[in-house]
Structures are given as structure tokens and as C-alpha cells.
């Protein structure tokens, strides 16, 4: 049994009414303490000071479920080897707590355990928490010092801030999602989970709403630790937990390294991703990050319209002969219109996922094949892997030493399918695995002359918590993942773009903390009615994101859905192999080489402009269903029939249509330019197709329109300032 215990220092100082009387409170801590402005009311429970109340004051909604035997505020776990212990708030009174009023409106929680009796040592553990609240506010800044002086305990994890919902299943829950822009799961009941940064958790955040009542849970970590993200609706909770340097080394805390961003707001999905966007296009990764425009980045990127996922008929028997691959190319970028991008794989003959690190030599026919596609204009990015090692290969003992390593010394072994080698996760801080990683990429470039390269994982990886103290690095956690991932990033771009060689780097999944480093990634998304551009209501303008893959049995009205919501949503198509494209009848290829001449229409837009809004028709009749499968299960999903996006660039406004089905159907929509930052009081509005443009009238900052679709077909209007 955990021994803990606490020496009660709480005085009553009467009730606690926020905003009136002294600039501080004295110690509230044998009182429920109430912080609250006209917008949201937190309230803590006296004693322990779980949070028990978060109530929405506009929507008049409390969002917790109050007290309980499994409330709790914060949640310590420490290590010691292999050893686990818990502690959390709940078995010991708040020692001391007290609210300031700030200079500038604010107001500041300020709630402490001090010197704790840990496994009988006496004051080896003080937990200090801040949440501070602004006047106009209604998410509250949360902070937490975890100060471990045990010569026995380290650190292990940290849960804080952990909440019991008052209605758990009721909430539509938006989640970054694995490489897919974003989710949107309504009236979720099961678990969601990730770790960031991550492909699978690109963005530091997480909102849920009940209509439009919303919680909104985000850090604001530039450096990038590692945490975990949960809502875990069989105990209807939600908590964020954190990973501190030194995990399980006696003596090591968690101090503060970032802020927390806990509370309410009034809206949908989209208004917790413009929020979070305003911190996040201030960070380093998003100010360096203009894909099109700073100084690494690959102008051959930018003019790809549709992708191609290519693999020897030696592999692949239905693939098309490497002989035969560039005039089907040549076809292919004549029905479309656009230029095409090639993602080769197995270019060296080996299964995939075996022998790495080691891609050379290729297969014969690869180096005259790549020579003739790119001489033709091809972008071709060849597939290697820089996160990876066969633990197969004769010669891994030389990269033993770069393998991740747990805390009793194993390797992290992964298995992705059953034809795999047996590859190991190696730690990016290692000098010797980054030195082997970019002379790999930069031979391969100088060998061949890339104009592509694809790098596997190495981005889309969460951090995996090394032990190995060989490596130099704080043992488990902290932001050394990232730091160093991004400086093996920075010596690929480096070996691969030198002497200024327009070398496209593309990555596997968007993940924030490396946009600056890399010229696009991969994505797919699958159809089954959750999906929604989370990442792209971020990040538009500062990533460039490669794929619209089809599934199989899909019928053509979904297709239309896949290929025209990709486009609206900036992302690049195809990534479809020679097999997928064959099953593309006519129709569907009329289809895709309509919407790809729209794209160039609105390329200013998609490339270098941001997606402000989605917009819902009001219209009726603006649904079809389809069959969808999801691991093994098929669903009826009601999918919208036209869908529209909002995009701002350069003061102008442009809205993108899209009918997936084959009927005319109208789309009534309702735009106030003055939400989305239009100053200006008259304004143009014009419809831009293949066949020029045309003037459909004058509006003021309010556009109500009615706009239809016929069946199949897209629409572009562009609103500008008279």
C-alpha cells in the first residue's frame, strides 16, 4: 500500500466571491474556490481541490460531473526500475490556496501540497498549481510544478488536469487523427487516445461539443514534449498526461515546462481550430514553414496536380512494366492536365520493410527508368526509411548502439506485416545514426539525380521513450525527441538540397513541429462520414499535403466525394497505383480532370492562401448515403451531397463548390466577411470556371446566396473589395 499522508495547514477565511474585495484572498483551501468572469465558472472542491464544476456561463452548461470517490485534479505516477507507484490529490488535503487579482483584469489560482510525506520521506514532494483566468476569456490558463526531492522516486508520469464529465457519450469529439487531417466522431462512447507529437497526433489539442457547447483542451509547447492526449468514456474522463526528463531517476520533477489551455467555448470544431491557430502560426515551425516560398523548399512540388504509387511488376504483377512506365505517364498526364508525381517503391529489389538501412544497390533498371521519367519532367521520389533498422541485417551491430532502448535494456521491436524484417526504432539523437541516414540520402540524390525523395516515418513517429544513457540524452522524456528529429530533418534537407538542388523531401503524415523541414506529406483518408480538414484550419498555407487514395468497391457518387473534397481541402491527388488507376473508368477520369482544371483556377488559394470556413447548405436534398467499411464493418453514412469551403488570400475571398452527385442540387449558404477579417463594406462577386469570368453582382459585408450545382460539377466564387 502507497503511504501518503499530508499535515493539514488549511484556515477558513469566509467565502470566496472572485472579483470583489482584496487583491488577494488569504488560504481558501478549506473552502470550495470559485474562479469565474461573465464567461465561465470554475469551481475546486475545498479539501482537495478536485475541479468540479466548468460551467459554460453562456450556454449555461456545466460540463462536469462534480465530486466523487475517483475525482481527482492531478495523478503522479512514480518509477523506480520496473517499479510503479501512484499518488494523486485526492489523498491529502491542499495545504495551502489563495487567488490574486492581476494588474491587468486577470485572475490566478494559485493551489499547493507542500512538503509531502513520500514513502516516509519527510517533504520529498511539493505539487504547486496556477490557473489563471482573463477578464474576456473563457479557457483558463493552467500550470503545474511537480518538485520530487526523494533519493529513491523519480518522476514517472504526470495526468493534469483530469476531469469527470457530467455526460460522457454526449459530445461529438475533433481529434487530429493519423494522417488524415482530422475527425470529427459524433456522440462518441468509445476511447480516443494519441500521443504528440505524432502522425497519429499532429496538433497539441483536442475539442469536444455538445451542440455548441464546447471544451476545449490544448498545451501551448513549443519545444515539443512528449504527452498523451485521453477521453476515456467508461470513466467519463478527460486528461492530459505528461512524460518529465529523467523518468524514474531518483530525484527528477516536472517543473512547469509549458502552459496548459483548459476551458469552454461557444462554437463548433472549427472555432477551437481557429483558436489554437492563432498560437500555433506564431511558432517557429509555421513562420519558417511557407511551402512555396522559403529557400529549401521544391518549386517542382508545387506544379504535381495528381500522384501515382509505383512498384516493379516483379512486385506487383499487375503493375505496368518499367519499359511501358513513362509513355503511360505521358498518357496519363495528357487525360488529366496536370503534371504527375511518382512515389516508387521496392526501386532495390528487397520485400519492403527489410535490410534497412540499406537501399542500394538498386535494381538495374532503375537508374535509366528514373534518368528518362525525370528528363521528361516527372517529379519521382524513391521510397527509403530514416527511422529503422533490421535487426536481420549481418552488419546490425554497428547500429545497435542507435537503437532505442527501454528501461531494462530491450529494443523496440515493430511489426507492421508478416513479410516484414524485424525492425527497431533508432533514437534520432544518436550522431552516428544521423551521419548514416543523410549520407545514405545524399548518395542516393548525387547517384541518381533525385528531383523526390520520399523519407519513411521519421516524422510521423511518436517519441519512444529511450533509456539508453549512452545516447546523452534525459532518460524517457521531454522534448529531446523532437529536437532531435528535426536536426536529423535539417541534415537531410541539408545533403539532399546542397548547392541548391530542387530536391523535393517528402515525409510520411503531417505532424506540426517538422513543417518547416519538409516540402509536403502524405495523407490518406478514408471515407466513412468522421473525416474533416482539422489540420488544414490550421495549417493551410504552411504544408503541402499528397493524396486522395480510393477504396475498393467505392461507388462513383463516393468517389466524387473523395476526389472533390481533397481538391477543396488543398490537398494534391491521387496516390494511387497503376491497378487503382485501371479500375478509374471513364467517367470517373472526366470527373477528375474537371476538378484538377479548377484547381489550377484556384491554385492561389490552395497553395498560398488559408481555409477560413466550411460552409452548410440550408437547402433540403443536400444528402446521399453510401456503404462504408471500417475494420470489417459495413455502415449506411449519410454523406452531404455538395460541400463548400472558404479560402482568404491577399484580401480576396474564394469559395469552392463541390457536387458529388449526379443531380443538379442546390447550396443556400450565409458568409459574413467581417468574421473571416473583410474590412471592407462593398464587395465583387464573381463566378471563375474553365470558360473565364463572370459578373454576378455586388454584396456588402453579409453574402446570402443560393448557388446550383449541376450534377458532378464544382463552382468557384471569388468575392473581392470594391
Not at 498526364?333 to 504527375?340: A, H, P, Q, T
Not at 517529379?379 to 529503422?388: A, I, T, W
Not at 536529423?488 to 546542397?498: F, H, Q
Not at 548547392?499 to 506529406?521: F, H, K, Q, W
Amino acid at each position: 500500500m502507497t503511504y501518503f499522508r499530508c499535515i493539514a495547514l488549511s484556515l477558513a477565511l469566509g467565502s470566496l466571491l472572485v472579483g470583489r474585495g482584496a487583491a488577494q484572498c488569504g488560504n481558501m483551501a478549506s473552502k470550495d474556490l470559485v474562479l469565474e468572469n461573465s464567461h465561465v465558472r470554475f469551481r475546486f472542491e475545498k479539501g482537495t481541490m478536485n475541479l468540479v464544476e466548468m460551467t459554460d456561463l453562456a450556454g449555461k452548461r456545466d460540463h462536469l460531473a462534480g465530486g466523487g470517490p475517483h475525482a481527482r485534479l492531478w495523478e503522479i505516477t512514480f518509477g523506480r526500475g520496473t517499479q510503479r507507484e501512484l499518488v494523486d490529490n485526492s489523498r491529502a488535503n491542499c495545504t495551502s490556496a489563495h487567488i490574486d487579482r492581476l494588474p491587468d483584469g486577470s485572475q490566478r489560482v494559485t493551489m499547493e501540497w507542500k512538503d509531502l510525506v513520500w514513502y516516509k520521506e519527510h517533504g520529498a514532494l511539493t505539487v504547486r498549481v496556477t490557473v489563471e483566468l482573463a477578464p474576456e476569456d473563457s479557457v483558463a490558463t493552467w500550470r503545474i510544478w511537480v518538485n520530487n526531492t526523494s533519493d529513491y522516486w523519480g518522476v514517472w508520469s504526470l495526468t493534469f488536469p483530469t476531469v469527470t464529465l457530467a455526460s460522457a457519450g454526449e459530445y461529438d469529439i475533433a481529434d487530429p487523427s493519423f494522417s488524415s487531417g482530422g475527425r470529427l466522431l459524433p456522440k462518441w462512447k468509445l476511447a480516443v487516445q494519441g500521443m504528440y507529437p505524432s502522425g497519429n497526433w499532429p496538433m497539441q489539442f483536442l475539442a469536444m461539443n455538445a451542440k455548441d457547447d464546447g471544451i476545449y483542451l490544448a498545451t501551448e509547447d513549443s519545444a515539443g514534449w512528449g504527452k498523451r492526449f485521453d477521453v476515456n468514456h467508461s470513466m467519463g474522463e478527460v486528461s492530459l498526461t505528461h512524460y518529465p526528463e529523467g523518468m524514474g531517476v531518483p530525484g527528477s520533477s516536472f517543473l512547469d515546462p509549458y502552459a496548459i489551455r483548459f476551458g469552454v467555448y461557444q462554437g463548433d470544431w472549427t472555432t477551437a481550430a481557429l483558436r489554437y491557430k492563432r498560437w500555433a502560426s506564431q511558432q517557429r515551425w509555421a513562420l519558417q514553414s511557407s511551402p512555396y516560398r522559403s529557400s529549401f523548399a521544391s518549386k517542382k512540388l508545387g506544379d504535381v496536380g495528381f500522384w501515382i504509387v509505383y512498384d516493379f511488376p516483379l512486385n506487383d504483377p499487375e503493375s505496368v512494366p518499367v519499359g511501358s512506365l513513362l509513355q503511360t505517364l505521358e498518357d496519363l498526364r495528357k487525360k488529366l492536365g496536370v503534371e504527375i508525381g511518382v512515389h516508387w517503391y521496392r526501386w532495390n529489389g528487397p520485400p519492403f520493410d527489410n535490410q534497412y538501412p540499406h537501399f542500394l544497390p538498386a535494381t538495374p533498371q532503375f537508374q535509366p527508368a528514373y534518368k528518362d521519367l525525370t528528363s521528361h519532367g516527372f517529379l519521382v521520389m524513391p521510397y527509403v526509411n530514416g527511422s529503422s533498422a533490421d535487426l536481420n541485417i549481418s552488419d546490425f551491430g554497428q547500429f545497435a548502439v542507435d537503437a532505442v532502448k527501454d528501461e531494462a535494456g530491450g529494443y523496440q521491436m515493430h511489426r507492421y506485416l508478416d513479410s516484414s524484417g524485424r525492425l527497431l526504432t533508432m533514437c534520432p539523437t544518436s550522431a552516428h545514426w544521423r551521419t548514416v541516414i543523410s549520407h545514405m540520402t545524399s548518395d542516393l540524390t548525387e547517384r541518381f539525380g533525385l528531383n523526390g525523395l520520399y523519407i519513411d516515418q521519421v516524422t510521423a513517429m511518436s517519441p519512444s521513450f529511450c533509456f539508453d544513457a549512452s545516447h546523452g540524452h534525459p532518460l524517457g522524456g521531454g522534448p529531446y525527441w523532437t529536437s532531435a528529429t528535426r536536426n536529423l530533418m535539417e541534415s537531410i534537407e541539408t545533403a539532399v538540397k546542397y548547392e541548391g538542388r530542387d530536391v523535393a523531401v517528402i515525409s510520411e503524415a503531417p505532424n506540426e513541429p517538422y513543417l518547416d523541414l519538409l516540402d509536403g506529406t502524405l495523407t490518406w483518408q478514408n471515407m466513412n462520414g468522421t473525416e474533416i480538414p482539422l489540420f488544414q484550419m490550421v495549417y493551410s498555407r504552411h504544408s503541402v499535403l499528397i493524396g486522395s487514395p480510393t477504396e475498393p468497391g467505392m461507388n462513383d457518387t463516393l468517389f466524387r466525394r473523395t476526389q472533390g473534397t481533397a481538391l477543396m481541402d488543398g490537398r494534391e491527388l491521387g496516390w494511387v497505383s497503376f491497378k487503382e488507376l485501371s479500375a478509374i473508368h471513364q467517367d470517373r477520369v472526366k470527373y477528375l480532370r474537371k476538378i484538377l482544371d479548377y484547381r489550377k483556377l484556384a491554385l492561389e488559394y490552395l497553395q498560398h492562401g488559408e481555409m477560413m470556413q466550411l460552409l452548410n447548405s440550408t437547402a433540403s436534398g443536400n444528402v446521399f448515403q453510401a456503404d462504408v467499411t471500417t475494420d470489417g464493418h459495413t455502415t449506411h453514412v449519410n454523406f452531404p451531397a455538395v460541400e463548400a469551403r472558404v479560402w482568404r488570400v491577399n484580401g480576396k475571398i474564394g469559395i469552392l463548390f463541390a457536387n458529388a452527385k449526379a443531380l443538379k442540387t442546390p447550396f443556400t449558404y450565409k458568409i459574413d466577411l467581417k468574421e473571416i477579417g473583410e474590412t471592407g463594406t462593398r464587395f465583387l462577386i464573381e463566378e471563375i470556371s474553365p470558360r473565364g469570368r463572370k459578373l454576378l453582382g455586388y454584396s456588402h459585408s453579409v453574402v446570402e446566396r443560393t448557388e446550383y450545382l449541376e450534377g458532378e460539377d464544382m463552382k468557384f466564387i471569388e468575392i473581392s473589395p470594391q
